[in-house]
T-cell receptor, first 111, second 115 residues
Framework: KQEVTQIPAALSVPEGENLVLNCSFT??????LQWFRQDPGKGLTSLLL?????REQTSGRLNASLDKSSGRSTLYIAASQPGDSATYLC??????????FGSGTQLTVLP | GAVVSQHPSRVICKSGTSVKIECRSL??????MFWYRQFPKQSLMLMAT?????????EQGVEKDKFLINHASLTLSTLTVTSAHPEDSSFYIC???????????FGQGTRLTVV
């Protein structure tokens, strides 16, 4: 059974810093990996999707990498802003297409 | 990206009553939708996979008679929490995949409070 772990559970940084969120998964036979953002009491917003054949994806200040062999993915946020404060979730997708989520990293960017 | 709409966003109901939550894919057809549950400060746990025109597949430990799922069309899945109890209070979120690129999109979530 796939297990997804995210470290750290919480992170607080001053505005302008670059930061990295980590995600690891136990079963490397994934279909794809997706990063989401969740604001308090809200649903999930998809940030980046990395197919199993890809190594990274970029969108604006966000860059996500995928290393299937080591079971790791990272989300890099450049020049962080207070508006980036949220919980970030990674999720792996198996052959049945349902997602297995990590427990999330709660990010606070201080002005 | 594709849009998944979930309704209602919040509902308060009395113990013993039933609540229906709707999940719609607005700009694509979804043969499969997923229902998740999220407790405070925790991640999302898959409850069931909703299949258009057939029975839903429930995860271990999820009571199918309590959480009724209907996926009658390619754009609508419903989750009905029957005979709700306070322990059913939670945040319920649905998801559907855009068949073009396999990306998963989520509804806004429904905060259910059973009093």
């Amino acid at each position: 059974k796939q297990e997804v772990t995210q470290i750290p559970a919480a992170l607080s940084v001053p505005e302008g810093e670059n930061l990295v969120l980590n995600c690891s998964f136990t079963d490397s036979a994934i279909y794809n990996l997706q990063w989401f953002r969740q604001d308090p009491g809200k649903g999930l917003t998809s940030l980046l999707l990395i197919q199993s054949s890809q190594r990274e994806q970029t969108s604006g200040r966000l860059n996500a990498s995928l290393d299937k062999s080591s079971g790791r993915s990272t989300l890099y946020i450049a020049a962080s802003q207070p508006g980036d404060s949220a919980t970030y979730l990674c999720a792996s997708s198996g052959s049945a297409r349902q997602l297995t989520f990590g427990s999330g990293t709660q990010l606070t960017v201080l002005p | 990206g594709a849009v998944v709409s979930q309704h209602p966003s919040r509902v308060i109901c009395k113990s013993g009553t039933s609540v229906k939550i709707e999940c719609r894919s607005l700009d694509f057809q979804a043969t499969t939708m997923f229902w998740y549950r999220q407790f405070p400060k925790q991640s999302l746990m898959l409850m069931a996979t909703s299949n258009e025109g057939s029975k839903a597949t429930y995860e271990q430990g999820v009571e199918k008679d309590k959480f009724l799922i209907n996926h009658a069309s390619l754009t609508l899945s419903t989750l009905t929490v029957t005979s709700a109890h306070p322990e059913d209070s939670s945040f319920y979120i649905c998801s559907a995949r855009d068949p073009k690129n396999t990306e998963a999109f989520f509804g806004q979530g429904t905060r259910l409070t059973v009093v």
